[in-house]
């Protein structure tokens, strides 16, 4: 399973949300995204999803199929609850996995499908959210193989001329250098100085770690051919925005960034 060259790659970003067909379409009106695909896979717990690239990124909408369920639980929490999951991209997981039992941390699930493999962290012992370390044969190719898009063939859903990038992630924390400390170790990476708050690069994103009320991942970053155009179609489907923010998409705020 060992890649010639080791990486880890913040690839998905997994956000929950109570109405997926109400959430897709304020996403794809919003930034001019494209459906890429919709797992049958993630049903299994009681969810349904669609994927969507932004850059050669994703972002997920997942919504409970029931009651009864984490993600149900996790979409009550309000419009403010941050993200449901951080999905990280590596060439084996099995250290990632040994890591966490190390540290205490708690497996939550196993994942094997067609040569698709990974674990996802208990989202307790995460702390901000819930974190899983994957691989897919021949991902180290970005516009390759990818089994959470279908394996091959989503690429058709690129506007890189749209969405060029999603750079960073902002976390929050009664003590944002505990969690980031908690990260680091749970990651197998430094920390960094970003702006006087601890960060976390790996690659296509940073993580910044900044002082809030609760512990989650709040923010994303996304580069966009026309930030301006974007806050006025969000602002147009009922959403509050600021000068370079739109406010609880998602359960998460969006930082709009210029493409250079």
Same mark, same amino acid.
């Given at each position: 399973?060992?890649?010639?060259?080791?990486?880890?790659?913040?690839?998905?970003?997994?956000? *929950?949300?109570?109405?997926?067909? %109400? /959430?897709?379409?304020?996403? @794809?009106?919003?930034? !001019?995204?494209? #459906?890429?695909? &919709? =797992?049958?896979?993630?049903?299994?717990?009681?969810?349904?999803?669609?994927?969507?690239?932004?850059?050669?990124?994703?972002?997920?909408?997942?919504?409970?199929?029931?009651?009864?369920?984490?993600?149900?639980?996790?979409?009550?929490?309000?419009?403010?609850?941050?993200?449901?999951?951080?999905?990280?991209?590596?060439?084996?997981?099995?250290?990632?996995?040994?890591?966490?039992? *190390?540290?205490?941390?708690?497996? %939550? /699930?196993?994942?094997?499908? @067609?040569?698709?493999? !990974?674990?996802? #962290?208990?989202? &307790? =012992?995460?702390?901000?959210?819930?974190?899983?370390?994957?691989?897919?044969?021949?991902?180290?190719?970005?516009?390759?193989?990818?089994?959470?898009?279908?394996?091959?063939?989503?690429?058709?859903?690129?506007?890189?001329?749209?969405?060029?990038?999603?750079?960073?992630?902002?976390?929050?924390?009664?003590?944002?250098?505990?969690?980031?400390?908690?990260?680091?170790?749970?990651?197998?990476?430094?920390?960094?100085? %970003?702006?006087?708050?601890?960060?976390?690069?790996?690659?296509?994103?940073?993580?910044?770690?900044?002082?809030?009320?609760?512990?989650?991942?709040?923010?994303?970053?996304?580069?966009?051919?026309?930030?301006?155009?974007?806050?006025?179609?969000?602002?147009?489907?009922?959403?509050?925005?600021?000068?370079?923010?739109?406010?609880?998409?998602?359960?998460?705020?969006?930082?709009?960034?210029?493409?250079?």
């Amino acid at each position: 399973m060992t890649a010639s060259t080791p990486y880890l790659r913040l690839r998905q970003i997994c956000l *929950a949300v109570p109405d997926l067909d %109400a /959430a897709t379409a304020d996403l @794809e009106a919003i930034f !001019g995204v494209a #459906l890429a695909y &919709r =797992d049958p896979h993630v049903e299994r717990w009681g969810v349904r999803n669609a994927l969507y690239p932004f850059g050669l990124s994703f972002v997920e909408l997942v919504a409970p199929m029931s009651a009864d369920t984490s993600a149900a639980r996790f979409v009550a929490r309000g419009a403010a609850r941050g993200a449901y999951m951080a999905i990280f991209n590596c060439d084996d997981p099995a250290p990632f996995r040994e890591r966490a039992r *190390a540290l205490g941390i708690r497996i %939550a /699930a196993e994942l094997a499908h @067609e040569g698709f493999a !990974g674990i996802q #962290l208990h989202p &307790r =012992d995460g702390r901000a959210t819930m974190i899983e370390f994957d691989h897919t044969p021949g991902e180290e190719d970005l516009r390759g193989t990818y089994f959470p898009a279908g394996g091959t063939g989503w690429t058709h859903a690129l506007r890189l001329d749209r969405v060029a990038a999603l750079p960073e992630v902002e976390l929050t924390s009664p003590d944002p250098a505990g969690l980031a400390a908690h990260w680091s170790r749970i990651i197998g990476r430094g920390l960094v100085d %970003a702006g006087g708050a601890p960060a976390i690069d790996v690659d296509l994103c940073r993580m910044r770690f900044v002082p809030g009320a609760a512990e989650a991942l709040t923010a994303l970053t996304v580069v966009v051919d026309s930030p301006a155009q974007v806050l006025e179609r969000a602002a147009a489907r009922g959403y509050a925005v600021s000068a370079d923010r739109i406010r609880a998409l998602g359960g998460v705020d969006w930082r709009l960034r210029a493409s250079e």
